[in-house]
């Protein structure tokens, strides 16, 4: 049997797949096959005439029949709904076949017709989203009608009709629909949940997300992320930064594209451009450190109103307890909603870290971004190690320490800062800054006298000694001071030391070449070249560091670095012979 022969009974004649059913020569004495209705109806009319001839007594066939069988409006729908059953168990078993092509076609329509008649909406779903070879010409108005949108999303999708498919969980998404989700009908309402939207909504925004990772249709793709990004900002930055495209999308059409205040978005997106992409580009960098700065102003503001309500509201259950004890022991409830307020606002302090992190990291280690925008735009806010970072950028050093000094009161972070300057006048700067912090503030003797302590070498005793202020306590800097002093006295003498073993050494080798350049040697009509031992009468010779005396000719074939009697090279193995000091040494202590 070919599952051919089983499409007269489903679908009406003539049809698209009419050619393949088998003409069998006795259906002149045998109908040809009728609708599955009418066949059931055909059977079911039989055997209610079988029991009314029973009952007169006349019995025409060799079966009986029974009072189950009798029939009725449900045994009619169970025994179609069985037909049916077992018609798709016969399609599932044929689709593991090897049939034409044309054959498939039709199974596979033939088999999403028959699931869509019993309602069997997962097994809609399962069928349109894997390979299937159904003709969505004959089955999109049906699923249309019966509303089983979501079947024909997966089906477009399966035939890479992105566009229609999209279209669909557009619908799905934007309207309070209640579709059958994997054979469940339960409504669900919006507003239950805390997006605010459907699960069928959330679930078509992740189907529709799906299928614009894969797409390389940039206007596709940002035509659909505009009705996306509404019901979830995470399935945006997963489309945009998808690596399963062949191209990525053009940055430029992106930011035209994507809600402005969709900042989460523009950040991760901006953060995968630039660590994962590795893209130079000044205007990116400038947008994501603004973006960051942004984000970190409204988080630290948003903390500090916290605070500020935090304390009032403190202030007022104080006073409530001063006046009613007894009501206020009773009722419990302000004490959960203070927690509750606590645990948000160490969350908000936790995000607000963690943006903080982000923006100083992002400030070290780029130099791609514009810092003086980013500086006007943090300049009035409490972001000082922020500020801190784009001063060093703009080589503002005097604003940089203040900040770490004053603002900050780092002192490490501040001494640390003069080191990397490698200047003496730096630290004193620095000590100034502690000694007269200007706005009212007192002295910081401390962090003065820890400068002293740690870097007062590097100092000039007499201008540390002019910049103390007469109200600074003596003892806590008289014992820096003595050691600075002593320093100073060591580095000088030491330095002495220094200038007079130099002075020795210069004319140890002023000695050295005086006596090389005074060397003589005597030749006669008896003297031989060392090299070639031909006699060197009045030619020319030349006479190398180790005494060797060689002829002209010789000379010029070796030349004056190497020695033609050793073959040693003077430029790379130099002779070393004891300097004047040297020599006097051993002799007086041979003395």
């Known amino acids: 049997m070919q599952p051919s022969e089983i499409f007269p009974f489903i679908m009406p004649d003539p049809n698209r797949w009419s050619p393949l059913v088998p003409r069998n020569r006795y259906w002149g004495l045998h109908p040809p096959p009728r609708p599955l209705e009418e066949v059931v109806e055909n059977g079911l009319s039989t055997i209610q005439r079988e029991a009314l001839l029973k009952k007169a007594g006349v019995a025409t066939g060799p079966f009986t029949v029974g009072e189950t069988m009798l029939p009725s409006s449900s045994s009619r729908s169970i025994l179609l709904e069985l037909a049916i059953q077992n018609i798709i168990r016969y399609l599932k078993a044929s689709r593991n076949k090897d049939l034409a092509p044309l054959m498939k076609e039709g199974v596979d329509t033939l088999l999403m017709y028959l699931y869509r008649v019993l309602g069997l909406t997962e097994e809609m779903e399962q069928l349109a989203s894997s390979e299937n070879s159904c003709v969505v010409e004959e089955l999109e ?16 999708a399966s035939k890479g009709l992105q566009q229609r498919a999209l279209d669909i969980w557009r619908i799905i998404a934007q309207r309070n629909l209640t579709i059958p989700l994997q054979g469940s009908s339960v409504m669900r309402k919006r507003g239950k949940e805390s997006t605010g ?43 945009l930064t998808s690596s399963k495209r062949s191209s990525p999308l053009p940055p430029d059409e992106v930011f035209s594209s994507v809600d402005a205040n969709a900042i989460d978005v523009h950040q991760r997106y901006l953060r995968w451009l630039i660590e994962d992409q590795g893209s130079e580009d000044v205007r990116f960098h400038t947008l994501y450190a603004l973006l960051l700065a942004k984000a970190a102003i409204d988080g630290t503001e948003s903390i500090s109103e916290d605070v500020t309500s935090h304390e009032e509201a403190a202030e007022i259950a104080a006073g409530c307890v001063l006046n009613e004890k007894n009501k206020f022991s009773k009722d419990h409830s302000h004490i959960d909603e203070e927690v509750q307020e ?79 300057l ?3 006048d730096a630290y004193m700067q620095l000590l100034d800054m502690y000694l007269e912090p200007g706005d009212g503030k007192e002295p910081m003797y401390k962090a003065a006298v820890r400068l002293l302590h ?16 007469p109200d600074m306590p003596l003892q806590l800097a008289s014992e820096t001071l003595s050691r600075m002093l002593r320093a100073r006295v060591h580095h000088l003498r030491q330095g002495q030391i220094v200038h007079c073993l130099c002075r020795a050494v210069n004319l140890d080798a002023r000695l050295s070449r005086f006596e090389e350049r005074s060397r003589q040697v005597q030749i006669n009509d008896e003297s ?64």
């Open 141 to 156: 108005a049906l699923l249309e009608e019966s509303g089983h949108l979501r079947t024909l999303a997966f089906l477009y």
């Open 197 to 239: 939207l459907t699960h069928d909504q959330l679930a078509a925004a992740v189907e529709a997300a799906r299928l614009l990772e894969e797409s390389s249709d940039h206007k596709l793709v940002l035509e659909h992320l505009t009705w996306i990004i509404e019901m979830d900002q995470d399935l945006v930055v997963k489309v």
């Open 342 to 420: 606590t645990d948000e606002q160490n969350d908000k302090q936790l995000i607000c870290r963690s943006i903080r992190e982000r923006l100083q990291s992002f400030l070290l280690s780029s130099d791609k971004y514009d810092a003086e925008a980013v500086l006007e735009l943090i300049k009035a806010s409490e972001l000082w190690p922020e500020q801190a970072i784009l001063y060093r950028k703009l080589g503002e050093e005097t604003l940089v320490l203040q900040i770490l000094a004053l603002k900050l009161e780092d002192s490490e972070a501040a001494e640390q800062y003069c080191a990397e």
């Open 422 to 424: 490698g200047r003496p």
């Open 454 to 469: 740690c870097h007062g070498e590097s100092l000039d005793p007499l201008q540390v000694l002019e910049a103390l202020s």
């Open 528 to 591: 031989l070249c060392d090299s070639c031992h031909s006699r060197l009468g009045t030619k020319l010779f030349a006479m190398y560091p180790n005494d060797s005396v060689v002829c002209y000719k010789c000379f010029k074939r070796y030349g004056e670095h190497i020695c033609p009697v050793t073959g040693r090279d003077f430029e790379k193995n130099a002779m070393f012979k004891p300097s004047w000091l040297v020599r006097m040494n051993e002799k007086n202590s041979g003395i």
